[in-house]
């Protein structure tokens, strides 16, 4: 478990929505991977993924590549 | 009062078998009648919950999540709603779907003291201040009959008419978001992010308990919390009961006290049939586990968990060595992975892909490589499914694996040890599924 620091962003797929579309790997290569079947993964394993602070920018360009709104940023949570 | 064992399935004093509490005045001639519970007024749980809290009464739907604190947040919950607007009351859900294949210890329960799990649904419904409540079995259910009789008996007694309701019979349609979106929407799909207890039917604060926690709030609402934890271990009180099936005489639910001897459990069920030669521990959503390792712990959370395994919905089942386990493992996966919801994508394409890679290993086909690969893929697909449904799957292989790791080794340099061409482990009629079976003539 880690433990977020207030005010630090975070991002969250919901997987139920995701199409496997891959445009938030290609805006967030930092942080998101494809697996073999092109659905994204995140460096930490799970749903969530903390943005460091120079990645804020290519986060919400990932948010917005989505077509269909399967990311969300969020501060602290 | 002493701390009689069992509680929830009484024996009768001459056959031993667990007797017919169907009929209100069997029921009440044996456990007494419904005490009256104190109703939750001003976003405040009635006084029942605090003695739910002292009895140490754990969810027997998996989880093993203490009751009492599930409550006591759905009633916070409201309380917060409340005062931003909606003002509408909260749920009561029983889950008695039993979706695990290898478990019949809610239908052996309601079809013996139903009248337990509908007086628990009416006290956890007045302690928390719900306005609806239902019970769910699978669609289908040969309950379905005895509890439309046993709910006709009551009517006019109960201060919360019980609705039975009947989602698919699909193993992801019991999990909790699944069901509170089933009896809202008519939807038995997971739904990700989804908080019952905060948002459940039609976004209503909703209590979802097992059957048989229920029965249990019942019998802690007559003889108090201290009465209830005065059997089992202190961290998991009580009695449980156990689904025990596969290699032993006689199939079927016991009850016990948690911590009880896992060889106790088996020597009520007439004992092993043979030689066994792994436990599988919590269905197919569960853990396998070596003989040896179980064999020498008791049957609670932790011993079982330090064991390897999982209790979940109480289920033990003993894997005969006549059994290929690699067989057994392959079907089963491939079983999961038709029953996934198909929204998520670790899920979807994940399960079927690692149920294939388990058929080209029990096949005999499987190189080094492939489970290798194999493993890496069980890794990749766990904790990024909509519900645990992954996950759990990829339990029940992975701990396979490592139970049998000599068979598997065997079946990479092209042998089996199996003597049986039957399958042990049960699949839902109506729902099985081949696995390619190469250079074998199984049925
Ligand atoms: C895939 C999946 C299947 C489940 N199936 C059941 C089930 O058949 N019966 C059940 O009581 N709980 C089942 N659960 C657990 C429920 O989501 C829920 O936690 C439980 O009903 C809560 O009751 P309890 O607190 O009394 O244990 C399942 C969970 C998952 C993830
Ligand atoms: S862009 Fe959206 S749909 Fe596509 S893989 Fe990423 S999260 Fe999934
Ligand atoms: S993980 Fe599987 S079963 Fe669970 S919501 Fe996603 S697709 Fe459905």
Request: aromatic letters at 4%.
């Amino acid at each position: 478990m880690n433990h977020p620091r207030p005010g630090l962003s975070k991002l969250h797929l919901d997987p139920t929505v995701c199409d496997a579309h891959g445009f938030c790997a290609e805006a967030l290569p930092e942080l998101i991977s494809l697996d073999e079947w092109e659905f994204p993964v995140f460096i930490s394993g799970g749903l969530t993924v903390e943005v460091p602070h120079e990645l804020i920018g290519e986060a919400k360009r990932a948010v917005s590549a989505c077509p269909v709104l399967a990311l969300r940023l969020s501060k602290e949570d | 009062m002493t701390s009689i064992t069992p509680r929830l399935l009484p024996p009768d004093p001459v056959t031993g078998r667990a007797l017919d509490l169907r009929s209100l005045s069997a029921h009440e001639a044996h456990f007494g009648p419904a005490p009256g519970v104190a109703v939750a007024t001003k976003g405040r749980p009635g006084s029942l919950i605090d003695e739910i809290s002292a009895s140490g009464l754990r969810g027997r739907g998996g989880g093993w999540f203490p009751t009492a604190r599930k409550m006591h947040a759905v009633v916070e919950s409201a309380a917060a709603r409340k005062a931003l607007s909606s003002g509408r009351k909260t749920v009561v859900i029983a889950n008695a779907m039993e979706g695990e294949p290898a478990s019949s210890k809610d239908a052996t329960l309601l079809s013996h003291s139903p009248h337990l799990v509908i007086e628990g649904i009416q006290a956890a419904a007045a302690t928390i201040g719900a306005s609806n409540a239902y019970l769910a079995v699978h669609r289908g259910s040969p309950l379905i009959p005895i509890l439309d009789e046993v709910l006709a008996q009551r009517s006019g007694i109960d201060r919360i008419p019980v609705e039975l309701i009947t989602p698919p019979a699909r193993y992801v349609a019991s999990e909790e978001s699944a069901l509170t979106h089933w009896a809202g929407d008519g939807e038995a799909t997971p739904v990700y992010g989804a908080r019952p207890f905060q948002r459940g039917m039609n976004g209503r604060p909703t209590l979802v308990q097992n059957a048989e926690t229920l029965a249990h709030i019942a019998l802690i609402a007559r003889n108090g919390g201290a009465w209830f934890a005065s059997a089992g271990v202190p961290d998991a009180p009580g009695t449980t009961l156990v689904s025990v099936g596969g290699a032993v005489a006689q199939h079927g639910v016991v009850e016990v006290a948690t911590g009880s001897p896992v060889t106790d459990i088996l020597n009520r069920c007439g004992g092993a049939t043979g030689a066994i030669q792994g436990f599988l521990t919590g269905g197919y959503g569960g853990a396998w586990v070596s003989t040896t390792a179980l064999q020498t712990t008791t049957w609670a959370p932790d011993p079982v968990r330090e064991a390897g395994g999982v209790i979940g919905a109480g289920i033990l089942w003993a894997l005969g060595s006549q059994h290929c386990p690699l067989e057994e493992i392959a079907r089963v996966a491939m079983w999961m992975a038709g029953e996934s919801a198909g929204q998520c994508g670790p899920c979807r394409f994940g399960l079927p892909t690692v149920a294939d890679d388990l058929a080209t290993l029990a096949g005999r086909q499987g190189s080094t490589q492939d489970l290798h690969r194999l493993n890496e893929r069980l890794a990749l697909i766990v904790n990024r499914g909509g519900c645990k449904h992954p996950d759990g799957t990829a339990r029940f292989i992975s701990t396979g694996i490592h139970t049998f790791h000599a068979e598997v080794a065997h079946h990479v340099n092209g042998h089996c040890s199996a003597s049986s061409n039957h399958f042990a482990l049960p699949i839902p009629a109506g729902r099985a599924v081949p696995v390619k079976r190469a250079g074998k003539d199984f049925r």
